[in-house]
């Protein structure tokens, strides 16, 4: 029989053994340590790099990052693995989608590849060697030459590791540890209606730059009420007493005196064509300072919430909008040129103003191509559903990916919203978490509108959401026709409710299959799902406080949940099939309504209304 101190002797070292995570977890590449990119040539480090999954993490109870490459007959100890040798993947890539026997892999994982240098390059001392991640799933360790260079958390974001003084001339080897284990205190947490992907799914690079860096640009109208001031805010790391910002076609070439931070701020008058979905129009911008230089293309354009109005250019605007998410049959979270294009020509089809990036950052180059094309953005962090509001590690992680979001994107005229969430349980602590990261987010740019995807009050059949006076758009997700059946209720809704602020309908629809893999009729029918955007229409197109709708959602997408006959793991709600080719009826539906929007909109700008 164990005595009672033998028990706590085991439970402590059980619990010592179990922390050997700790060491690798400071969270040390964040909003703080990323670097503005724009107009600088990377070095890409894209390709086959070697792979092996992990699950009890034994690379780090076993220090595989600390072997050094050798010829198996010359090492002298057993080994589990070699993280020089055996299986490659291409990087960006989801495991999931490489082999069958990753599908549903949930774990740790290594990346491992070489990186060669010249002796000019590595032993430069006036250049500074940054390493560039666009996006891993969860958790990503990043290891050089065995030496640990800390962690990134957040699974949509961009992260940088300082490589400087770490590289030497010739070899280098690199090593990435991804995480992608859902657990209930990150962001989002363990339950979520979109597959769990995992892996380094977006570009890496390597940048060179001098010893004085650029690490942050963020160019707009000036806050006042006119447009004729442009506000240039900036962040210098190194020598640099001032910064020169220069907008060749407004004529302005001026210098950004900088603090002892590196930081500074300069307004200067400009009439700029304003940017606007009709007409795109963007500026080229250059930032130098103490020998660096970046770039920009910038729309300018101003969004404001006026009482229960969204307005664009002092102008009342309703927002055409679908939801999307970042997936695909084939490669699941990873996007590219074609993928993107794909989406946005869909929209315009759909007579789209707007588009939802549900429910966590997309890829940069969606907002890159939205301002070129001419598209609104609500961009979200995955404060998705029942997230440990009390953890103050998970707030951190959560304001974490917004402050990132908001670096990385706030030169994006066409993102106008920054969503602080989706469908979240009306708590006290999630009212505290929420209201805090929306007061995060105007103190990080004002320039935007906050929102969330609230729920409504089903019980007293209205709009109420304490975290509504917080954000300056109600986003209202409802499926009255779908998992609520009387779409009498939604009338009373709308009937009961005074927001006194604009109201987004940022989810509704339904799930539905072209027979015969679909039934002929009744739920999941492609016929009831086009009912059900009829009746939605007819009713929401009547209240005036609705100032937009982002349906619920593009393309059918991969979700581990749902496994119905017709479902066979994928959310069937969208307008389009998952092969993103197969228009079902509601898409026709949707399009129509959207049309004449549009036309009423042109017809009201045409008369200077
Ligand atoms: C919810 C949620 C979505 C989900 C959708 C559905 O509103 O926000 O992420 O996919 O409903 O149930 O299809």
Redesign the pocket.
């Known amino acids: 029989m164990l005595e009672r101190s033998d028990l706590a002797e085991n439970a402590l070292q059980a619990l010592h053994d179990e922390a050997y995570g700790v060491p690798f977890d400071p969270r040390n590449l964040n909003h703080r340590t990323m670097v503005f990119t724009g107009g600088r040539d990377g070095r890409s480090l894209n390709g086959d790099w070697t792979f092996c999954v992990d699950l009890l993490d034994t690379g780090l109870r076993q220090k595989w990052y600390a072997m050094q490459p050798m010829a198996p007959e010359e090492r002298t100890e057993p080994w589990d693995y070699d993280p020089y040798d055996g299986e490659t993947v291409p990087v960006p890539s989801c495991w999931q989608m490489l082999k069958e026997k990753w599908y549903f892999f949930e774990g740790s994982a290594w990346y491992t590849r070489p990186l060669d240098m010249d002796a000019a390059d590595a032993e430069d001392a006036d250049r500074r060697w940054f390493l560039r991640v666009g996006a891993a799933q969860y958790d990503c360790k990043v290891f050089l030459n065995g030496v640990f260079l800390g962690n990134h958390v957040g699974g949509s974001t961009p992260f940088f590791a300082e490589l400087t003084g770490h590289l030497k001339a010739g070899r280098n080897w690199l090593m990435l540890m991804v995480n992608n284990t859902r657990t209930a205190d990150r962001v989002p947490m363990r339950n979520?209606?979109?597959f769990n992907y995992g892996g380094v799914y977006r570009e890496v690079e390597l940048f060179a730059m001098p010893r004085t860096v650029i690490r942050d640009l963020f160019v707009h109208l000036a806050a006042d009420d006119g447009y004729d001031r442009i506000r240039a805010a900036v962040e210098v790391d190194g020598p640099a007493a001032a910064a020169r910002l220069e907008i060749p076609a407004l004529g302005i070439d001026v210098a950004v005196p900088l603090d002892a931070d590196g930081r500074g701020a300069v307004e200067v008058d400009a009439r700029p064509d304003l940017w606007s979905p009709e007409s795109p129009t963007l500026y080229d911008v250059v930032l130098s300072a103490g020998g660096d230089r970046v770039s920009d293309r910038v729309g300018f354009r101003r969004i404001e919430r006026v009482g229960d109005e969204i307005r664009l250019n002092g102008r009342p605007l309703f927002l055409r909008g679908i939801s999307v998410h970042e997936d695909d049959e084939a490669t699941g979270k990873v996007t590219g040129e074609e993928d993107l294009r794909r989406r946005f020509a869909h929209a315009r089809e759909l007579n789209c103003n707007f588009l939802r990036l549900?429910?966590y950052p997309h890829h940069e180059r969606a907002a890159r191509l939205a301002d070129e094309l001419g598209f609104l953005l609500w961009e979200e962090i995955p404060v998705?559903w029942a997230i440990a509001f009390d953890d103050p590690r998970t707030y951190a992680d959560a304001e974490n990916q917004l402050l990132e979001l908001i670096r990385r994107d706030r030169n994006r005229a066409s993102v106008i919203i920054w969503s602080v969430g989706?469908?979240n349980p009306d708590t006290d602590a999630r009212l505290a978490f929420m209201s805090g990261l929306a007061r995060t987010a105007k103190s990080a740019d004002p320039t935007r509108l906050t929102s969330a995807?609230c729920l409504v009050n089903h019980a007293r059949k209205r709009i109420e959401d304490r975290l509504a006076e917080h954000i300056d758009v109600i986003g209202i997700?409802e499926?009255y026709g779908w998992?609520e059946e009387n779409f009498e209720d939604l009338v009373d809704i709308g009937r009961n409710s005074a927001p006194g602020k604009p109201v987004v309908i940022s989810?509704t629809?339904a799930d539905g299959v072209r027979a015969p893999q679909g039934p002929a009729r009744g739920l999941f029918s492609e016929s009831y799902m086009r009912e059900v955007y009829e009746k939605q229409i007819a009713i929401l197109r009547n209240l005036s406080y609705v100032k937009g709708m982002s349906p619920?959602?593009l393309y059918d997408f991969r979700?581990e949940r749902r496994q119905n006959v017709f479902q066979r793991g994928f959310?069937r709600?969208g307008l389009i099939a998952a092969d993103k080719a197969t228009k079902k009826e509601a898409f026709h539906v949707l399009s129509a309504y959207y049309a004449q929007r549009r036309a009423a909109a042109e017809s009201e700008a045409e008369d200077g209304r």
């Open positions: 979520t209606d979109w549900a429910h998705y989706n469908e995807a997700n499926y998992y989810e629809g619920w959602i979700v959310n709600k």
